[in-house]
């Protein structure tokens, strides 16, 4: 545990050196403050709190940013250390392959865990400020909270497959773009057109929901709407959340960070000083 603490540290103060604490903390901080002053509108329409449309907004943040911000802190984690010829030398220390990617991992996923408390505290803080009932949105906003840590850690988890498979920066960061686009906007875009070409049949009822479940980015947007009715309801879409249940939503969005942590150690074992 002191080995990987130690990594953590080293690994943590390269990442405040290049601003990645501060970039990513402010990035949170703006695009939360900008959806919780867009997305709180339909508030008296809807009839439930400010901070509950407010968590249904950073939901939609979450699925697009947490996976990005994730991604672009590990795509370098092993390809980097390659390109700049310091993988030598930091598996010289008495510290084994799994414990380096364990520490590399505790330090992105603490720099995660500080960006996102501060982006959707700022924007709980604005709904508090405009909405005395706010306080009945805290245990969805919590639940969005931990949940978000366990999408950006399956992505930390890929991100660093990526980068032992890719083992040169460049293309680690196509494979990671791709990744993004492929997981978060493409999938979602081809199950819509298979949804509209099935027209209500077999596919659309028994094989759907579980390609939703396999995907962590929906796993991780249905399990923090199904849970909350309030918060279905702010974001339109109560009757998708219903049609899967938040258990296995739940155990899909645990299980994604074990499976991409399992590869990306796989990955870093075949990669070659």
Partial sequence: MSRILASASAEFRIALRNRWVAIAILTMALFA?????????????????????????LTSLGVYLVPLVALLMSFDAVAGEVERGTLPLALSYPV??????????????????????VGYGVAAGAAFAVDPEAAAGLPALIRLFWSSLLLGAAFLGAGYAVSAVARRPGAAAGMAVGLWLGLIVLWDLALLAAVVADDGGRFTTQVFPWLLLGNPADAFRLFNLAASQATAAAAGVGGAAAAVSPLHALVSVVLWPLAALGLATAAFRRVTP
């Avoid at 508030?43 to 439930?48: D, H, K, N």
């Fill in 33 to 57: 403050l900008v959806l919780s002053a867009a997305g709180s509108a339909p508030t008296g329409e809807l009839g439930v709190d400010r901070l509950s449309v407010t968590v249904a907004s």
């Fill in 96 to 117: 084994s392959r799994g414990e380096l990617l364990l520490g590399k991992f505790v330090a992105h996923l603490g720099i995660l865990a500080l960006a996102v408390a």
